[in-house]
């Protein structure tokens, strides 16, 4: 049947009585695809119904449909003309992860942080009513992105506004891991009195509600959906759902599956394993020997524990020593600068692109009293990134503005753990690093007492590179590269990244006449820049290696670097021609 759905309007043609086979097709589609090619399994399984009653009932693209964080959109892609993406393996590359405006009609936004849909919906709304417009706007989120204060603020103009908008809770009981919050206590009871306790959130708002038990059941969601259908007040409908749904492995253990790399859909095992020392690895090690020594060692994490290696049976191991704030990294980050206020030692791990979420708490709650509290910032390398939602791209630009903040950046194992040992025993400044992504040893990172002083680690001429952390094996490349034709560089690790080291900077202006910056990450407004503008009234070349070009939703690392010209071929071509 799926392949005969070339968009919603042939999907309404299906009788309902064969709708439940339609969901079990493609329910084994996304097992076979992303058992392949990886990707998120668990969050899809679990909305199959869901999906394909929103577009029996309503009129895509004209009615709006807006998902949030949109790595549950599989089902929405197949079933919007996109089905030969999932169903043939040839053509498993032709859509990407996230909802896509230039991929589809259907998909309104380019989604991939959470707890927006409601606010996006809420704006959707507005504009159709200020025009007499008669469509209908319905918002989708997770109970995991309920945790997220953008969710809040949503659900509290949608109720002001007021108006036809539909709003679908879809409560799986699970984030990306367990939910934390004492609002899913409510979520719970809930679904325990079958919606019907007086104690209930969204009514409390002022906004309508229901609760459909049956969230895996494709007839009991076109049912409640088409009596809210026409509703002239925002309306919560509230479903119970299973994350992983109709695939036992991920119905065990849905954190794994949440997204996941390919696998043996018979088993579940995955076909991969990593054996490779890793960062994640590496830092739980250092923070689960810390914590035995040090009670006031606080780890935490904003919904995504698996950067720093705390899957569940750590996170328990750790007890009160390990906290989950939920999607919520405006909070985190605050929540971190009064646990360093009060005398903890707090350590703050997440991805590079969910911490552009609280730009506003680094600078204001953080670093303007210096408040010590540590942030290991991961991802932000060219094989972390994920695409135009997914990436670190400006973490240098932003964190590197923020006067009082620290911004470290390893090149290697040592000097890792190095600038983590010295951030969380230090008191005068508030601390991130920049996690690289290869595992590299440098024993001689360690001959010093740890400073934010830069480093020379080859002593030359000349010709001088600054290299940014995860970009330092490319510059030992083309230092090796240009030894071949007789040229003697001298390679810099700058260390921090936020300040400069202008007596080091001074230092080499006396025999270099040409510097090349490399850094991982916008150029504009970048590491390099800062490196070019204390140059700028001296008789010195400064070239600057980064990235101009924006990522795609179709994002490929290696594409990407060669646009950027963050090759050793072009870096070292470079090289000679301005020698």
Known sequence: MLNQIKNPENLKKIPAKNLPDLCEEIRQVLIQKISTNGGHLAPNLGVVELTTALHYVFNAPTDKIVFDVSHQTYVHKMLTGRAQAFTDPKHYLDVNGFSNPKESPYDLFTMGHTSTSLSLACGLAKARDLQKQKHHVVAIIGDGSLSGGQAYEGLNNIAEQGGNIIIIVNDNEMSIAENHGG?????EKLRATNGKAEDNFFRALGLDYIYEPNGNDVHA???????????????VIHIHTIKGCGYAPAMKNPEKFHYTAPFDPA???????NQTENYTDITYQFIEKQMQSDPKLVTITSGTPNPTGFELNRRQKAGLQFVDVGIAEEHA?????????GGAHPIYGVQGSFLQRSFDQLHQDLALDSNPATLLVFGDHIHGMG????????????????PNLLYLAPISKQSYLQMLDWAINQTERSVAIRVPDQVINDPLSLNNKFTAN????????????????????????????LNKKGIQ????????????????LTKIAKNHSLIITLEEGALAGGFGEKIASFYGDQNIKVHNFGFTTSLTADFKPNTFLKQNGFTVENITNYILKHR
Request: aromatic share 8%.
């Open 183 to 187: 609002y899913y206590k409510n979520l």
């Open 221 to 235: 969601l076109i049912k409640v959906l088409e009596k809210v259908k026409n509703c002239t007040t925002p309306t």
């Open 267 to 273: 088993t579940g095992k995955h076909k991969f394993i």
């Open 333 to 341: 980050v605050a929540y971190a600068a009064g646990l360093a206020k």
């Open 387 to 402: 695409g135009s939602t997914h990436n670190g791209f400006y973490d240098i630009v932003q964190l590197g503005s923020i």
């Open 454 to 481: 830069s480093r020379i680690v080859i002593n030359g001429n000349e010709i001088a590179i600054i290299a940014v952390g995860s970009a330092f094996p490319l510059a030992q490349q083309v230092v090796d590269t």
């Open 489 to 504: 560089p001298t390679l810099i690790d700058p260390i921090c990244i936020s300040e400069l080291d202008e007596k080091l």
